[in-house]
């Protein structure tokens, strides 16, 4: 019989943990830039399926071009389909928030330097009381 086992003493490690959060922000910016493009080509997809539904399709008919006489009648609503396209687009925006929390959670991040008030004659921060 076997089993599996996951070794997560590198993860009990400071320097273990913050190589976590590096994979995990390098996840999350792939997620982001992945909602990026499927969002930016299904817009473009829903583009061209509005052009080659739109009126300009009776022009290319062969028959309507000779004695037959075409209307154009209408189209579905595709509201809905450009509400897919915005909700992609939000997502990504959260996505791309997301990603910024994790950047400051890592290492790359570098904390801002409060001492420097202290350096430029600023009053000290009252000790213990």
């Known amino acids: 019989m076997s089993s599996f086992q996951l070794n ?5 490690e400071p320097l273990g943990f913050i ?7 390098v996840v999350t910016l792939v997620a982001a830039f992945l909602w990026l493009v499927s969002t930016s080509a299904w817009a473009k997809a ?3 399926i509005k052009v080659a539904t739109g009126q300009g399709i009776v022009k290319e008919l062969e028959p309507c071009n000779q004695e ?5 009648g209408s189209v579905t609503s595709m509201g809905s389909l450009n509400v ?3 909700f992609g687009f939000l997502n990504m925006i959260l996505w791309g928030g997301n990603a910024w929390f994790v950047y400051k959670e890592t290492s790359l991040h570098s904390p801002s330097n409060t001492s420097a008030s202290h350096s430029q004659g600023g009053i ?3 000790s213990g009381i």
């Open 8 to 12: 997560i003493n590198p993860l009990k």
């Open 19 to 25: 190589k976590v959060l590096e994979w995990d922000f």
């Open 68 to 72: 037959v006489v075409c209307y154009f």
């Open 124 to 126: 000290p921060p009252p």
């Open 46 to 48: 829903l583009t061209d």
């Open 84 to 86: 897919s396209v915005i």
